[in-house]
Nanobody, 124 residues
Framework: QVQLVESGGGLVQTGGSLRLSCAAS????????MGWFRQAPGKEREFVAA????????YYADSVKGRFSISREKGKNTVYLQMNSLKPEDTAVYYC?????????????????WGQGTQVTVSS
């Protein structure tokens, strides 16, 4: 069974940076598209970024484009979300997700496996 564990969250100041990591085990991780989603209190879970199995197909939400960068390190079965120029509105629990398909997309329902989430808080 696929297991996903996020790490790297924390408290940062506006304009600061964080790098989130998602460690995967089980399944054929390198053949799965991976995504990052986030959920703030009282809000629905929303798409942040996704990357294909080869790393050559990438999608970003408009709200993070130009500030966040998704990448994957196949040798370590790990995906990353580099977050720069953070804003208070980026505050949320961030979730890693995996899809049993090589192509990424922004739809929550298309992802089959989820991590437990990691808290990111950006102070104003």
């Amino acid at each position: 069974q696929v297991q996903l564990v996020e790490s790297g969250g924390g408290l940062v100041q506006t304009g600061g940076s964080l790098r989130l990591s998602c460690a995967a085990s089980g399944g054929t991780f390198s053949s799965y598209a991976m995504g990052w989603f986030r959920q703030a209190p009282g809000k629905e879970r929303e798409f942040v970024a996704a990357i294909g199995w080869s790393g050559g197909s990438i999608y970003y939400a408009d709200s993070v484009k130009g500030r966040f960068s998704i990448s994957r390190e196949k040798g370590k079965n790990t995906v990353y979300l580099q977050m720069n120029s953070l804003k208070p509105e980026d505050t949320a629990v961030y979730y890693c997700a995996a899809r049993r398909d090589s192509l990424p997309n922004p739809y929550i329902s298309e992802y089959d496996y989820w991590g437990q989430g990691t808290q990111v808080t950006v102070s104003s």
